[in-house]
Structure formats: structure tokens, C-alpha cells
């Protein structure tokens, strides 16, 4: 193992077709044109002196460290801008080209503090490197004017930053332009007192600064360094792994000491974040060495009781046999477990597996049931797989961009950010959304158009938009001709060209004027590739399905399928959501989205697992929880998923808990869901286990271990554990088998091993012999479909029956925010609480003065299903009549007020619509006062049981 | 019939006192009831004459100046209005010696008409090579431009003709032209001059060089601190417009050129084309690397001509009377006129355009008329700021491109500043490297530290410290500077720096012998 650096180029590469030859200190190198005479040079292992340039941004030409002499040609130009051409002869090196570089060098040292050894980059600090490089031995000057007492800014919680080691040489702030699209950075000032400045001239803390580390990476001196380095030192050795955050699932190099992580890096060959990051993979990695981080199993007859710490085998022992007491007393059916998008692939394929085989029944569901199980069902129904259509980077090819109930620049911030690069390039965007995300105007992006349509009518929307493309002609006749059902098409296109669908009539209903709609459509609709990606602002409706067929009808309506620049691609909430629905998570579905009562299917796993598999989908979550109140369903194993907290309608699922006889739960902290449990088995975080991770464009990327797991199991080895115990042997050495396993039973993944993990980096899927190295773009020549064809599906509106009263006369919609991710169990454990401490409610400003609302105000939000407290923040982000917060904070309890209405095929919560009533009230709401002394006793069971032990 | 009276608006002129001047005029000729036209007309550069009153006569335009407003009584007591004799009067203005020698191309109208009124340019020859432009094929204007000679009149010397055919010839959808009017070398005027005095010219040449090159919008990018060039320039523009010279159909004949006028926010750095372009963009004024050209990615990415207000003003004439007659004049490769300023320390200053050939001996003291102290002349800086100082030795260097190149020197946008014997040449060293730390905009290394550090070596220079090792030290800096900067400011720095170190060592407290390079 080493630190093993990634190599700079110093310039981005380029792509073209015409090849050149040069020569470069009298060697031949051949590259694109465009591509720069550094990059070249380096290409073939010629290293030119560089600082201000680095191949993660467009070369600048400031340093001039890397000036080059060429043939012919007159002066000292700069190698890093300098493009190849055919017969260049370049000279790197000689006594003219030392000099000036040696005076350059003299320049900055003149201005930089002689601190080497003491300085936190030392060993990693380019200028280091360069004043060796060209072989600086004086400086000759007596300087006056110095920044040697520039003031260190502390104020960000991951980083510090020391002007006065700065060099000016502004790849901080290209890297916050190009690279993040957040310009928080600029240079202060000019010549002599240029100075690089977070916004006017602030604390990085106050300013416009989202901390993704794009600025930190991309210095080459020690002036922004992570504190981590800071405080440790650097790093020895480093390991490529998956972030475990959301749906993005960017590549870092876990830069280790030992088993210490000093610092996550993003991965420059990481294909899906291509060397970027966010606040959350970057820094927020503490909470896996958190103090609440349980390392010992526990059990506890009564969630009255205190937790008791025993040994991994009396725990394995303990739940097997409640799972066979129950299941003894209550019936085969009465046990179930979950899954989790936040685990690997591994495990989740193995608790599904335990389910089925070893519980013998398949009441087995994950979370994705509360997120994208509308995506699952719609682009299953439609285009034949539950999946997006495209990779990431085909978004560079997009000419019109729709943001759909998404809101990229918080959740999934790395494609966040690459879209922002692709809209300052000149695509057009439409955006529709109920609240003012921050894409609808950021710097140097602004929607085209913004759809500001009322929570709920989604349906009607995009139906309005199919409308105006059929009756407007805009229908891409010749691909669905060519691609789709015509039949299913016509059928459909008499349906939405009906007058209840234009715009003109939809508008009373959404609340958008129907001229902007036209507008949008024929916009979407004329463009040579327009991509359509949403999020759960989409799926979590009562309509979830409707929209996401009908978002499929569009794309396939227009052409906009099966090539680069286009598609329908959900942005996934969760590292693994895609990965645990592909691995057989729904209680209807085997691996591959293939039905349980499918005979081939059933036949093909039964013999696999050495038993018979049963053909009757189990039961749903929230079937799960009626079946609990109901005395039918009594044991629960539990992998890595809070329901206590992030399901609907929380004091029923309260209510459901309790209810059970054994609820198993593994998670690395004691979760809200914990609280109600009678064994806890100590999970693993990504960074104690090996697997992969499957992101939201397929691509299934490594996660490796990189220090031992605290508790002494990754979590696939504790399932293991318990489905032996049960009596269902599995005996696998390590998760590569497992994976193994899975491509043998799943034909998308039969090309799928770790070798060729290792040797890719990644895969998407489908990875068989038809496509050995993945598939980036699905559907090019034909839908997956059974016949080959694309179905068009009729999208009738129905409204929600969650509707605005005069005692609930508000609509309150959910979201997230940059830096907690979901529940908060990890991030609330790490200083990105810095940025976000605690939920509150967005009110826009004609609903809070009708109320004597103002920022900061405590207020009560009231819906049929509950009551809580939030403080205000009043806006004009949202539009008036909607309300929004986030849900990142337990004792926020914003699913105390969701209800339970759900999406009609899939029963994904209706999250996105709660009708609520808002008042100024002056102290938390009853569930607020008893979820605060419901935590107190846990923690107290929690702490006398292990000062017990 | 009225007598026509001209007092110059010209912005020199005017701190002269010539606005007084003008208004006393007005109100004397109302008391005295005599029926007067007053015409703010240009200047016609002979500054020390400032504020120069003429009086149209049947002889021709009769001069009288310096004029203060106390000496309008006095005149009209003289019958100045009819030419009359005075103590101020000069003869006729043209047959001013150093009127009549000059050979004015590019300054034909400036001083002689109204520089707003399209009347009277038209009258005097305005927008007839416009007019051949439009008979014209767009190669055809090109090669008339290339065949005169014309090279960039900002300092650079670029071939204007190779440039605009690089334009031309760049496919795009929409190009620029961009007029460079952030004129701030020391010693300069002449595009002030022309921009006061006649503004139409420069949008002649600039819609000419649209229709060369397809280009349908142009930019004068003007400095902050010509507030009057920029209201003559935006009144002549409005005029344009409304005379169909400008905007859609330009005079029936289908093309397009727009025009405005944008001020610079005060960086000399803005002068040099490519951070011109960032801050017409709206950004910082940094200097771009090149390639890409800005002929081939300018302005907004697009293709741009970037040229100078003389480049530009000098195009009418070019297409009025042919490429040849312009090239006529001139020696060896630097063909035309160049409009030199003479400033500083001198006797006449004012604008002079020639022929290229001329000698700096026989501008500083035939037109000049030597120091205006009376001391010897010391040393000349031509070319600006950034230009070098040429010594007594070096005096009779022909005005010429190439002549001065060969002495490592430049002639740039033909600004002179003359010194007399009592300045120290050290001083005017540290003062070019303060003027490069103060403009620097803090893009590359060896401009924005250097420049720094250039200060603080000459202030040891200065005080006598450790002239064995500073000296060295400031010819390493300066190469430094010349070899490694990303534009001409801190590539040219090093000029004066070390022709003031050359050419006067004992100024720096050292020997002669000792510090030659």
C-alpha cells in the first residue's frame, strides 16, 4: 500500500478525432488537437514545472513556471497554454528556460514563509516541489512588502485557510467557478495585493462557500488544507472507495494512516464525480468514529428495559430464537425484514435471501418503498426496467435540461454541479418544482422556465405538456413508429389530446399560466436532446406512478431515449437505492425485478437456495405495520434503515413497533427505530466492509474496507451469522462470492465479478455478454420490454384526496439540504451541523403576515394526521398557500404530520402533500414533549446497560 | 453676414482656459452687436498656442492665441474679426510652420471643422471611403487595408490588413469590432484628439471594418477619465443613427454596424487587448493567454478585431483615396503617417503627423524647439510607460518601426515625454517599476511580485545599498520580467528600467564601464 498520487496532467484532456504529432525534447508524442503541450509532455512522462495549472480545470497561464521555448517560434511561451500542432518542436528544458523559471521561483519564496518543516503540507505542497524542481538555492531580495501576517480564517469547521501561504495562482477560485459552479471565490484587489476572497471579502463561513472541497483539493500549498492533515499529519497510505451518501456514489481515495482516515479525496478517474465532491463525502466522515457509535450487540426482553451487553453468539442465539418463537406461535408469516439502500449490494442481496429462504417467506421490503418505488414500477411498465436511462455525464450532451421535484445543488450536488457546467455552456433548463430551488438562479444559470405548480398536480402538468406536444405536432412520429407500441400510442394520443389536458384547462389546477407551459413544451419538445431528471418530488405523491409514465410518455413521445444528451433519469435519494431494488428488496420481486410467482424465476432460485421458495409477494412496509397492530405480524429484522423516524404517519408506525414481540435491529447507532428494539446488532459503517454500491446510473462501484469493523463484523457476515442460526446455512468466505452468486442468477449482472470491478473502476448495468463492459446509455435500439417496444401508458389525472380546507388551509412539501443527509444520523454527528442545526419551516411572507409570523418564531404545524413545532424562516421562496421544511431532525417530527396516503401502485408515502394549519405557538407540541422523554429513557436504558457491562 | 469665430472644445484646450475664452467671445460680439458663429472646432495641436481663436477671413483662417478672456476686449478693439493686427495674432493657421510641414491623413478635419456635425464632415471628405467600402468586396476592403501598410498604431505594430483578413476569414455567426480607446501612456493624445475633435472619422473606420469583416457590432472602449470625448463621440453616434450611417441599411444598402460607447472603470491594464475585453465582458480586468487569438476568439469567444483609435481613424482615408496613396508615405516597413505627441519638458508640444522617416532630433528641436526649460535634453521616453529612454547618442534614430526595435527601443503609440539634464534617471527607473506594481493586474508571477520587488530593489539602488548585489539582482528581475510575463506590462517594464541603467549608470552611483551588459 502507498499513497500512491494520482498524476496531474496539468491540463483537462481533450477529445478529437484529428491526431497530431510533436516533438517534445526530441521525443515524438502524438495527441489530440487542443490538447496543451504540458499535457502532452506529461503524457509521456515529461514533466514541466507547473503551479497554477492542474488537469481538474482550464489551464490559466499566471504561474509561468512552465514556460517552453519553441522552434521558430518567438519568446518564452507558457507549455500549459500553448496548443499542440503537427511538427512543433519543443525544448523544456535549458539554461535560458532554468533562469527565468529560477527567477519566477525567487518571487514567490520572496513572499512566503520559510516554514517548511513545520507546515502542514509538507511533503504535499507543490511549491515545495517546484522550488526543488528548478533548483531555487537563494533569495536574493530584502523584502518590504510582505503577506507573511495575512490573518488565518479558521471559521470552516473542515478547513482552514492561510492567506499567507498563498500564491495567487487562483486554482481555488477556478476550481469553485469551473469545477463546483458556486463562485463563493474570487481575487480581491490587483497586482501586489491580489488576494483570494471568499465573497466580499468574508469568512468562508459567511460567505456563498458550500465547503465542497473543490478549492482545498485544488490548492497546491498548504493555504487550504483540511484540518485533518492539520492536526495528524499527512496521510501514508490510500484506498479507492464509494461514498455513502446519496444516489451519486462518488469515488474517494480514502487517504489513511494506519486505520485512521486523515482525509477523503474525490477520485479523479471516478466516473461518476470525475475528482469532485460535496460537503457531505468529503469532510462529514466523523460520525464513523463517533463516541455514539455501538460496538456491542444487546438485547433486552422490554423496550422498558435497560439494553444488556452480551456476546456477538448469545445475540445471534437470542434473535434466532425469537424469530422461531414467533414464528412457531404466529405462523410462517408473522417475521419480515428490511433492507437498506444505505448497505452494499452484498447484504442487501443476502437479507433478502435470509427472507425468502431462511425466514420462508418473502416479507422483505427497503426503504426505497418511501422513495422511488414509483420509478421502479413506471419505467418498468414503460420502457421495460426499472431504471434511468442514462449516465451522468451524458447530461454534457443535453440541449435542454428538465429538473423535475429534484433539487440537485443539495442532494446530489456533484451532478448538481455538472449540470451547472452544462447550463453555463448555454442548455436550456426548465424547472418544475413549487419552491424557488437554488438552480432556478444561481451564478451564470437561470431557468428558462419555472413551473411553479401547486403540491399535488403533478399528473396534470406533465400531462399538459404531453397535451401541447401531440395537438402542437411536435411528436417525434418517425422514433415512435420505429421504437414504441403504436397501438398503445394512439390509444394515448387520443387520450391527451383531449381539451381537459391543455394547458389552457389544466391551469386552474396547477396554478401555471398556460402560456408558459406551451412555451416549456415546445421547448423540450424541439430541442435536438432534452433530459428529463427528477427526484421524489416526483415519486412521493399518490400519483407517484402516474408521473413518472407520464414524464416515459414524454421522452418517448419526443424522441428523447436511447442516446447521449437525453433520457429519463431519476436522481436517487440514497448511495444504494438502485442497488437494493436490483437485489430483490420488494417483497414481490427477486433479484432483476423478476416476480416472485414467475415460474421460471421461482424455479430458478429454488434450486439455486436448495429450497422452496414461496410465490406469494410478501408484505409491503406500511402493510407490515397494519399487520403488526393487527397481532399478525410479531418479529422484525431491521438492516440499517430508520422507520421510526423517516416513514409517514410516525405515531402510527410508533404504535406498530411496540406491537411487535422482537424487533431486530443493526445500524451503527442507536437509531430512532432502535429505541423500540430488543436486539441491537452493531452494523458497520462503508468504511469497515467491503461490497459495492449501485448509484443512481447504475454503475456499480467498489466499496473497500479500510479499517476493521468496530464491532468485529461487516454487516453481511452478521446476517450470515443470524440465517445460520436460524438453521439456513450460508457460508460465504467473502462478499465477492456473494456478488458472484448474483450474476450467476441475474442476467443484467451476469458480466459482473470484482475482478472486472477492479479492473473498470465501475460498471453500469446491464453487464452481460450482449454489453461485457456495462451500459453508460440503455434502450439504443430497443426497450427492454418483453416485445422490444416502448409502451405509452394513459396518466389520468386524480386528485389528491389530501385537500386544503379552511382548517387546513396550507400545503406543506418536504426537502432536503446540502449538508444533513436524510435522517441525520450521520451527519447530525458531524460538524456539517455547522450549516444546518435544526429544521424549520419556510413560510413565504403574505402566509406569515396573515399569521404574525417572523423569522424565528416558533409555530405549530397541524395536519389530520399530528401536530408539531418548528421555528419559522419567512420567505419568498416558496409560493404563498406552501409551506416546506426539511426532515433531518427527529424531534423535528415531520412525519408526525405526513399522512398515510400513498401512491396508488406502490404505496410510496404521499410525503410531498400534507394539508397543515400554521400558528405562532410558544412551546413544543405534545409528540415533541414525549419523543423528548421517550429519547431520555432510551439513552438511560441504553447507558445503564452498558455500564453494566 | 456673419463672421465665423473658432474656439476649440478640445479638452487640453479647454484647460487652457478656452470655455472662458468661448464665453467671453459670445458676450462681447452680443455687447459690441456684431453677428458672430462661434464654432467649437478641434485642435489643431500646437498646444503651447492653446486656446488658438480663429477667425474665418477671405484669406483664410486667421489665428490669434494664446488667448485668455481678458484679451477678448482688447481684440475685438483690433478688429480680430475682420483679421485685424494684435500682439496675439499669428497669421494665417495654416501657414504655421509647424502646421504647414506636418502631413495630415489621419488629422485632415481635426481643428479645421465642427467635430459634431456631419455636415461638416461630409463637406470635407467624411464617409467617401465608406462609400467605395460599400461598392466594395468584403477581400477587397481587406486587401486596400493590407496593401496600405497599416500597422497597429496602439504600440504593437501588427499588420492592421493580416489581421482583419484573420477575422474575415474565421467563420462565426457574430463577430466584434472593438475600438481600443483606453489611451493612458504618459505623453499621449492623439486619440483623445481625434475622439474630441473627429469623432466621425473613427466610426467611419469602425463601420468599415465591420463591413470588411461581417462584423454588425463595434465598441469604442473608452477610458473614464475622457468624459468629453465620451459625450462628443455618443453625440456623433446619435447623429449616425439618425443620418443613416449607423444601425440596420447602412445608407440603403442593407448592412449593419451598431455602435456604443463603454468606459473603462480606470485600469491601464484594460489598454492591453485582451483584459479590455474581460472588462468590456463585465470581469475583472485580467490579461488573457494567447492563443486564441482574439481575431480568432475574442470578444464573448467570438471573432474581434481589437484595434486602435488611429488604426481605425486612419481606414477612411485609406479606402477614399486607396491603399497606395497611403503607403506612399513612410519608410522601409512602416508605411503611412504616424500622429506623434510631443509632451514633457518642451517648448511647443502639441500633435505632429508625418510620414515615418523623420529623426527624434529633428522632432525635439524643428517642431519642438528643444527644452521648454532651456537646459539640454537629457533623455526621451517614446512609447510610454513602458517604453524605453533614449539618450542624446540615440537621437537620431529615424521614426521607425524597425529603427527602433534595432536599438532596443519602441516607438509604441508615438507618445514623447522629453526630460532636461536635471533629471535623475534612477529615479524615473523606480518610477516605471511603480507604475507597473501599481498596474499590475496581478495575474502572473514575475508582473505582480516583481513589480514589488523592483520598487524595493531600486529604493536600495537609490540609497547606495549594495550596489554589487543589487545591480545584478535588478538585470536578473528585469529578465524576469521580460521573459516570463504574461503581457506587455511587465514584459516591457524592464525597457525604461534598464535603458535608464545603460544609458545613465552614474544616475544609479555607478561606473559606466562596469555595468555595460
Redesign the interface.
Known amino acids: 500500500m502507498s499513497i500512491n498520487k494520482e498524476k496531474d496532467f496539468g491540463t483537462p484532456a481533450r477529445a478529437s478525432d484529428n491526431m497530431v504529432t510533436l516533438e517534445i525534447d526530441g521525443f515524438q508524442v502524438t495527441a489530440p488537437v487542443g490538447t496543451s503541450v504540458m499535457r502532452a509532455a506529461a503524457s509521456i512522462g515529461i514533466e514541466i514545472p507547473k503551479l497554477c495549472a492542474t488537469d481538474s480545470i482550464e489551464p490559466f497561464g499566471s504561474c509561468r513556471l512552465c514556460v517552453v521555448q519553441i522552434e521558430g517560434g518567438r519568446g518564452m511561451p507558457a507549455s500549459c497554454t500553448t496548443p499542440v500542432s503537427e511538427g512543433l518542436k519543443v525544448v523544456t528544458q535549458n539554461k535560458k528556460l532554468a533562469d527565468v523559471r529560477r527567477g519566477i521561483m525567487e518571487l514567490y519564496i520572496s513572499d512566503h514563509p520559510l516554514d517548511c518543516l513545520t507546515c502542514s503540507a509538507n511533503g504535499d505542497c507543490e511549491l515545495q516541489d517546484m522550488a526543488g524542481a528548478v533548483g531555487l538555492r537563494e533569495v536574493r531580495y530584502n523584502p518590504v512588502e510582505t503577506h507573511l501576517n495575512a490573518v488565518k480564517d479558521q471559521s470552516n469547521p473542515y478547513f482552514s485557510f492561510d492567506p499567507s501561504k498563498c500564491i495567487v495562482c487562483s486554482r481555488c477560485v477556478r476550481a469553485c467557478e469551473e469545477t463546483q459552479g458556486t463562485f463563493a471565490l474570487t481575487i480581491d484587489g490587483r497586482g501586489f495585493d491580489s488576494k483570494v476572497s471568499p465573497g466580499q471579502n468574508e469568512a468562508f463561513m459567511d460567505s456563498e462557500c458550500v465547503s465542497c472541497g473543490a478549492c482545498v483539493q485544488a490548492c497546491p500549498t498548504a493555504t487550504l488544507m483540511e484540518k485533518t492533515v492539520i492536526d495528524n499529519g499527512q496521510p501514508e497510505h490510500a484506498i479507492v472507495t464509494t461514498c455513502a451518501y446519496c444516489g451519486v456514489g462518488c469515488s474517494f481515495r480514502a487517504e489513511m494512516k494506519g486505520e485512521q482516515v486523515i482525509r477523503m479525496v474525490p477520485a479523479k478517474d471516478g466516473k461518476a464525480n470525475h475528482g469532485h465532491s460535496c460537503v457531505k463525502g468529503r469532510f462529514a466522515f466523523g460520525y464513523a468514529t463517533h463516541k455514539d457509535r455501538i460496538t456491542k450487540p444487546m438485547i433486552r426482553a422490554s423496550i422498558n428495559d435497560a439494553w444488556k451487553e452480551v456476546s456477538w453468539e448469545e445475540a445471534i442465539a437470542y434473535a434466532a430464537s425469537e424469530l422461531k418463537r414467533i414464528q412457531a406461535k404466529y405462523g410462517k408469516d408473522s417475521i419480515g425484514g428490511l433492507t437498506s439502500s444505505r448497505c452494499t449490494n452484498e447484504e442487501t442481496y443476502l437479507v433478502q435471501k435470509l427472507i425468502r429462504a431462511g425466514f420462508g417467506n418473502n416479507n422483505v421490503d427497503t426503504c426505497a418503498r418511501v422513495c422511488h418505488s414509483p420509478t421502479g414500477y413506471g419505467l418498468k411498465q414503460t420502457f421495460g426496467e426499472s431504471s434511468g436511462t442514462q449516465d451522468f455525464d451524458s447530461i454534457m450532451k443535453a440541449d435542454v435540461i428538465v429538473v423535475m421535484g429534484v433539487n440537485p445543488t443539495d442532494g446530489h450536488p456533484v451532478f448538481g454541479s455538472m449540470m451547472k457546467k452544462r447550463l453555463r455552456q448555454g442548455a436550456k433548463l426548465i424547472v418544475i418544482d413549487p419552491r424557488e430551488i437554488d438552480l432556478v438562479k444561481t451564478p451564470h444559470v437561470k431557468a428558462d422556465y419555472h413551473l411553479k405548480l401547486r403540491p399535488g398536480t403533478n399528473v396534470a402538468l406533465v400531462n399538459a405538456l404531453a397535451h401541447v406536444i401531440v395537438t402542437e405536432n411536435l411528436v417525434d412520429e418517425a422514433f415512435v413508429n420505429a421504437r414504441c407500441d403504436v397501438a398503445a400510442f394512439n390509444k394515448w394520443r387520443t387520450f391527451i389530446a383531449d381539451a381537459r389536458h391543455a394547458p389552457e384547462a389544466t391551469e386552474s389546477i396547477t396554478g401555471v399560466p398556460a402560456a408558459e407551459i406551451r412555451a416549456a413544451a415546445r421547448l423540450y419538445a424541439t430541442a435536438d436532446n432534452s433530459a428529463f431528471h427528477y427526484g421524489l418530488g416526483v415519486t412521493e405523491h399518490s400519483q407517484g406512478s402516474t408521473t413518472v409514465i407520464g414524464i416515459a410518455n414524454l421522452a418517448m413521445a419526443t424522441g428523447n431515449l436511447g442516446r447521449e444528451g437525453v433520457g429519463v433519469n431519476p436522481l436517487r435519494g440514497q448511495n444504494n437505492v438502485q442497488g437494493s431494488c436490483d437485489m430483490g428488496s420488494f417483497p414481490h420481486e427477486l433479484p432483476g425485478y423478476r416476480h416472485v410467482s414467475d415460474p421460471a424465476t421461482h424455479a430458478l432460485f429454488s434450486e439455486a437456495w436448495q429450497t422452496e421458495l414461496s410465490t406469494n409477494p410478501g408484505l409491503r412496509i406500511p402493510n407490515m405495520f397494519e399487520a403488526a397492530l393487527d397481532g399478525s405480524f410479531m418479529g422484525l429484522y431491521c438492516e440499517g434503515e430508520d422507520i421510526a423516524q423517516s416513514d409517514p404517519d410516525i405515531k402510527h408506525v410508533h404504535a406498530a413497533l411496540r406491537a411487535m414481540e422482537c424487533v431486530i435491529v443493526q445500524d451503527i447507532f442507536l437509531n430512532e427505530t432502535a429505541k423500540f428494539a430488543h436486539v441491537f446488532l452493531p452494523g458497520a459503517s462503508f468504511l469497515e466492509k467491503t461490497g459495492t454500491f449501485t448509484n443512481a446510473e447504475r454503475r456499480i462501484s467498489p466499496v473497500r474496507q479500510v479499517m476493521r469493523p468496530l464491532a468485529g463484523y461487516a454487516d453481511w457476515e452478521v446476517t450470515q451469522l443470524l440465517s445460520n442460526a436460524l438453521g439456513y446455512p450460508m457460508n460465504y468466505s467473502h462478499p465477492s462470492e456473494i456478488m458472484d452468486e448474483i450474476a450467476r442468477l441475474t442476467p443484467s449482472f451476469n458480466g459482473v465479478s470484482y475482478e472486472k470491478i477492479d479492473e473498470l473502476g465501475s460498471i453500469q448495468w446491464p453487464c452481460n455478454e450482449e454489453a461485457p463492459e456495462g451500459t453508460p446509455v440503455m434502450h439504443t435500439d430497443h426497450f427492454l420490454r418483453d416485445n422490444g417496444k416502448g409502451l405509452f401508458m394513459l396518466t389520468e389525472y386524480v386528485p389528491t384526496i389530501e385537500k386544503v380546507t379552511p382548517m387546513f388551509p396550507l400545503i406543506l412539501t418536504t426537502g432536503r439540504i446540502l449538508s444533513q443527509y436524510n435522517v441525520g444520523a450521520q451527519t447530525r454527528r458531524t460538524d456539517n451541523v455547522a450549516w444546518h442545526s435544526e429544521d424549520r419551516l419556510e413560510i413565504h411572507s403574505h402566509d406569515a403576515e396573515d399569521r404574525g409570523i417572523v423569522t424565528g418564531d416558533w409555530v405549530g404545524i397541524k395536519s389530520r394526521a399530528g401536530e408539531t413545532v418548528l421555528r419559522a424562516s419567512v420567505t419568498d421562496r416558496v409560493q404563498p398557500g406552501v409551506v416546506y421544511t426539511t426532515f433531518h431532525f427527529p424531534e423535528s417530527g415531520a412525519n408526525v404530520i405526513t399522512t398515510d396516503n400513498s401512491d396508488w401502485a406502490t404505496n410510496c408515502p404521499e410525503y410531498k402533500v400534507t394539508a397543515v394549519q400554521i400558528t405562532k405557538v410558544h412551546q413544543p407540541s405534545e409528540w415533541q414533549k414525549s419523543y423528548r422523554d421517550f429519547t431520555e429513557q432510551q439513552l438511560e436504558l441504553l447507558e445503564s446497560g452498558q455500564q453494566h457491562a | 453676414m456673419s463672421i465665423t469665430i473658432y474656439v476649440p472644445c478640445d479638452s487640453s484646450a479647454a484647460s487652457m482656459g478656452a470655455d472662458r475664452v468661448a464665453i467671453a467671445i459670445a458676450e462681447e460680439a452680443a455687447k459690441r452687436g456684431i453677428d458672430i458663429k462661434l464654432i467649437r472646432n478641434g485642435s489643431r495641436g500646437m498646444y503651447w498656442l492653446e486656446p488658438l481663436v480663429e477667425v474665418a477671413t477671405d484669406k483664410g483662417r486667421v489665428a490669434y492665441g494664446p488667448v485668455q478672456p481678458g484679451d477678448v476686449s482688447g481684440l475685438f478693439d483690433a478688429n480680430f474679426t475682420q483679421g485685424g493686427a494684435h500682439a496675439l495674432n499669428l497669421g494665417l493657421t495654416e501657414e504655421l510652420d509647424y502646421f504647414k510641414k506636418q502631413q495630415r491623413l489621419t488629422f485632415a478635419r481635426i481643428g479645421k471643422t465642427d467635430p459634431i456635425s456631419l455636415t461638416d464632415y461630409v463637406a470635407n471628405d467624411g464617409y467617401r471611403g465608406l462609400k467605395n467600402a460599400l461598392a466594395m468586396t468584403q477581400a477587397d476592403i481587406v486587401k486596400a487595408v493590407t496593401d496600405s501598410g497599416l500597422r497597429g498604431r496602439g504600440g504593437a505594430a501588427f499588420p492592421t490588413g493580416i489581421k482583419w483578413n484573420t477575422v474575415l476569414n474565421t467563420a462565426s455567426l457574430q463577430k466584434y469590432i472593438i475600438c481600443n480607446a483606453d489611451e493612458g501612456d504618459s505623453g499621449t493624445f492623439s486619440d483623445r484628439m481625434v475622439m474630441e475633435g473627429d469623432p466621425f472619422v473613427l466610426i467611419e473606420g469602425m463601420t468599415i471594418a465591420g463591413l470588411a469583416v461581417d462584423a454588425s457590432q463595434g465598441y469604442i472602449y473608452l477610458r473614464i477619465e475622457y468624459p468629453h470625448a465620451f459625450e462628443i463621440l455618443n453625440a456623433a453616434i446619435a447623429t449616425a443613427y439618425k443620418e443613416g450611417y449607423l444601425g440596420e441599411n447602412i445608407q440603403g444598402s442593407g448592412k449593419t454596424f451598431n455602435l456604443e460607447v463603454r468606459q473603462g472603470a480606470g485600469?491601464y491594464v484594460c489598454g492591453e487587448e485582451t483584459s479590455l475585453m474581460e472588462s468590456l465582458e463585465g470581469k475583472?480586468?485580467l490579461v488573457r493567454?494567447?492563443?486564441p487569438l482574439p481575431a480568432i476568439s475574442g470578444l464573448f469567444g467570438q471573432p474581434t478585431i481589437v484595434n486602435n483609435v488611429i488604426s481605425l481613424a486612419s481606414v477612411p482615408v485609406i479606402l477614399d483615396k486607396g491603399g497606395d496613396y497611403y503607403r506612399d508615405f513612410g519608410m522601409g516597413r512602416s508605411r503611412g503617417t504616424l500622429p506623434i505627441q510631443l509632451a514633457g519638458n518642451i517648448k511647443r508640444p502639441g500633435l505632429v503627423e508625418l510620414g515615418f522617416g523623420l529623426t527624434l532630433r529633428e522632432l525635439l528641436y524643428d517642431f519642438g524647439g528643444g527644452s521648454a526649460s532651456g537646459r539640454p535634453i537629457k533623455a526621451v521616453q517614446v512609447g510610454g510607460p513602458l517604453g524605453a529612454y533614449l539618450p542624446e547618442a540615440q537621437f537620431d534614430t529615424p521614426l521607425d518601426y524597425e529603427a527602433f526595435a534595432a536599438n532596443w527601443t519602441v516607438l509604441g503609440h508615438g507618445g514623447i515625454v522629453v526630460f532636461d539634464d536635471t533629471v535623475n534617471m534612477a529615479e524615473m527607473a523606480r518610477y516605471s517599476m511603480e507604475f507597473c506594481?501599481?498596474?499590475?493586474?496581478?495575474?502572473?508571477?514575475?508582473?505582480?511580485?516583481?513589480?514589488?520587488?523592483g520598487v524595493?530593489?531600486m529604493?536600495?539602488i537609490i540609497n547606495g545599498r549594495n550596489l554589487d548585489?543589487n545591480i545584478p539582482?535588478l538585470r536578473?528581475?528585469c529578465?524576469?520580467l521580460l521573459?516570463?510575463?504574461?503581457c506587455a506590462l511587465g514584459g516591457m517594464t524592464p525597457y525604461p528600467v534598464l535603458s535608464a541603467l545603460n544609458h545613465f549608470p552614474e544616475d544609479f552611483g555607478i561606473n559606466a564601464k562596469a555595468t555595460a551588459a
Request: hydrophobic share 20%; charged share 35%; glycine share 10%.
Open positions: 485600469a475583472r480586468g493567454f494567447k492563443p506594481k501599481i498596474e499590475s493586474c496581478g495575474k502572473c508571477t514575475p508582473c505582480r511580485i516583481g513589480s514589488t520587488r524595493e530593489v529604493d536600495d548585489k539582482l536578473d528581475l529578465d524576469t521573459n516570463g510575463s504574461l
